[in-house]
């Protein structure tokens, strides 16, 4: 699933190079498709940057593979605006990070996440990335929240395979793993994992998505194989 980038051309986003590299996307055999995620440069990206590239994606798209939108803030209510945003649009889930700066404890966490799932009706996938908003959230805060019916997995980018085992033993069935770190990605599957939100497969998708075709096929030697062509990159 990749984390499409936002392409600019003169200070705009350049909207006929995103189509094509939506189109690319889905060509190459991508599962699913995440606008204004960290690589989309969602956290510089003016509000109204950010609904027109995920109106866009969803318009481009056209139902060929499930959009989940990013709209993470640190801010609770803007998150809440987007994330009503995407539902409107189209979009099929909404991706929501960690408050960054604010580095809310614990129960902030829980209570910002809840916020936004009691006040949309809308699969919502908890974004963990530690290194970049310097709040992480624990298994256990993940457990508590795997049970809101509007939240329905994470993608996991601390690179941690002891949280894959920790979130199957503590979450409701049924709630997704995702990897979040493309280097560890195949070992977060091998551990249990469904799949992976990738920065990598804006350069190689189809090597990207060959690698988690075999994954979920089981065939481990040639997921590590294609991985080794592409792990320097």
Not at 138 to 161: C, F, Q, W, Y
């Amino acid at each position: 699933i990749p984390a499409l980038i936002t392409p600019f051309r003169d200070n705009k986003v350049d909207f006929e190079a995103f189509d094509s590299l939506v189109e690319r996307q889905i060509q190459a055999g991508s599962g699913a498709l995440v606008p204004c995620g960290t690589t989309g440069e969602s956290a510089t990206l003016s509000h109204d940057e950010h609904r027109e590239v995920v109106e866009r994606c969803v318009h481009v798209t056209r139902g060929r593979v499930p959009i989940i939108a990013g709209c993470g803030s640190n801010s609770t209510e803007e998150a809440i605006g987007l994330v009503k945003f995407a539902k409107k649009v189209g979009a099929d889930a909404a991706l929501t990070v960690c408050p960054y700066y604010n580095r809310p404890d614990q129960n902030g966490l829980f209570a910002h996440f809840s916020a936004i799932a009691d006040a949309v009706e809308m699969p919502l996938v908890l974004y963990n990335v530690p290194s970049r908003t310097s709040s992480d959230i624990l298994p256990e805060t993940v457990a508590k929240l795997s049970r809101h019916p509007n939240i329905i997995g994470i993608k996991d980018a601390t690179g941690d395979m002891a949280r894959v085992t920790q979130h199957l033993d503590l979450c409701e069935g049924g709630f997704n793993l995702l990897s979040g770190d493309d280097p560890s990605a195949v070992g977060f599957i091998a551990m249990g994992g469904q799949g992976c939100i990738s920065v990598t497969a804006n350069v190689a998708p189809e090597k990207m998505a060959a690698i988690h075709k075999a994954c979920a096929e089981g065939d481990f030697a040639a997921a590590r194989q294609i991985e080794s062509e592409v792990y320097q990159l």
